[in-house]
């Protein structure tokens, strides 16, 4: 849990949890002043992971009725478990502290509760699926895979409370597995996302009506970042401009990659200029735009241009 996570004095420290025969041990049989009945559907059923926290404290009867560990934040990279410690990834950069944690997902009896940050990166694109399959309730808000391949229906449901996401090579599949789900119906399942960010250079997708469904999407205008690398010329970026030429709130990067004809280099430089020699004050936030063989000059002015806004 996480109030005990705090308390571990060294950095390092590695926690392991009990057995079920350990911790067994030392339950001891309860005698509640109300029904067992209403106990046992408190036990079942948790308002949030604050309360359950409470619950487990005052007695393990809770615990043992419906085993949950919660965590702020959750990452697995490098074949490793670690959580962040006191809630420190929410203060600055330098006084963020990490903690390792012994878990086996094969051997876990228990669920996962992640009430923040969800981090993973595998060589085993499965192995998100695997933890989704674990979580109590999509509590998640940030929301980061490398690597990994889940289903649309892993997705939605962490989806409702999803904030930050970002999928680095990291893709999203119909049921069966097979179909790749665009990533303007990804972004359609995410009602609260202020920040999507996307990286797939490994997949040739069609990207031809993505622009046509983006502006459709009601919650699409009140994103805070739109990062997009792995975009080819199918992509409409014409249409998307003029949307984006409407909008204050929403810092856009795209970045394509392969060749690109020289037509479409052309509407992109077209867009660029537009961009640079705006009369000023300008009435949208300069989307950051780059591809191969663009010129360095362009892209070192548009780029410090964009950072003063990101």
């Known amino acids: 849990m996480s109030s005990t996570v705090a308390l571990l004095p060294a950095e390092t420290s590695l926690i392991k949890f009990p057995t079920y025969d350990e911790f067994r041990a030392y339950v001891l049989r309860q005698c509640f002043s109300i029904p067992l009945s209403i106990v046992y559907y408190m036990a079942k059923n948790p308002r949030s992971a604050k309360v359950y926290q409470k619950m487990i404290r005052t007695c393990k009867y809770f615990f043992l009725k419906n085993p949950i560990l919660v965590y702020h934040c959750l990452h697995y990279n490098k074949n490793e478990w670690k959580i962040c410690v006191?809630?420190?990834?929410?203060?600055?950069?330098?006084?963020?502290?990490?903690?390792?944690?012994?878990?086996?997902?094969?051997?876990?009896?228990?669920?996962?509760?992640v009430t923040f940050t969800l981090?993973?990166?595998?060589?085993?694109?499965?192995?998100?699926?695997?933890?989704?399959?674990?979580?109590?309730?999509?509590?998640?808000?940030?929301?980061?895979?490398?690597?990994?391949?889940?289903?649309?229906?892993?997705?939605?449901?962490?989806s409702n409370k999803l904030k930050h996401v970002c999928l680095h090579e990291s893709?999203?599949?119909?049921?069966?597995?097979?179909?790749?789900?665009?990533?303007?119906?990804?972004?359609?399942?995410?009602?609260?996302?202020?920040a999507f960010c996307i990286e797939q250079t490994n997949v040739i997708c069609d990207l031809s009506k993505t622009s046509t469904e983006l502006v459709k999407i009601p919650h699409f205008k009140n994103l805070?970042?739109?990062?997009?690398?792995?975009?080819?010329?199918?992509?409409?970026?014409?249409?998307f401009f003029e949307h984006l030429?409407?909008?204050?709130?929403?810092?856009?990067?795209?970045?394509?990659?392969?060749q690109l004809s020289q037509e479409y280099e052309e509407k992109l430089d077209m867009i660029i200029e537009e961009i640079l020699n705006a009369e000023l004050p300008r009435s949208y936030i300069p989307?950051?735009?780059?591809?191969?063989?663009?010129?360095?000059?362009?892209?070192?002015?548009?780029y410090h241009l964009c950072c003063e806004y990101f």
């Open 86 to 113: 006191n809630q420190s990834c929410l203060g600055p950069v330098e006084d963020l502290v990490y903690r390792k944690v012994a878990m086996d997902l094969k051997k876990l009896e228990s669920k996962i509760c």
């Open 119 to 158: 981090e993973i990166s595998s060589s085993t694109s499965t192995f998100a699926s695997s933890l989704i399959q674990k979580l109590y309730r999509g509590n998640v808000k940030s929301l980061v895979l490398k690597e990994q391949r889940i289903l649309l229906e892993e997705l939605l449901f962490l």
């Open 171 to 194: 893709y999203v599949y119909y049921p069966g597995g097979k179909q790749l789900v665009p990533f303007e119906v990804i972004i359609a399942t995410l009602p609260m996302v202020q």
């Open 224 to 239: 805070d970042v739109f990062l997009c690398r792995g975009f080819d010329e199918s992509f409409d970026i014409e249409k």
């Open 245 to 258: 030429k409407k909008n204050q709130q929403t810092r856009v990067y795209i970045s394509y990659t392969g």
């Open 287 to 302: 989307p950051f735009i780059g591809y191969d063989g663009q010129l360095n000059d362009q892209r070192e002015i548009l």
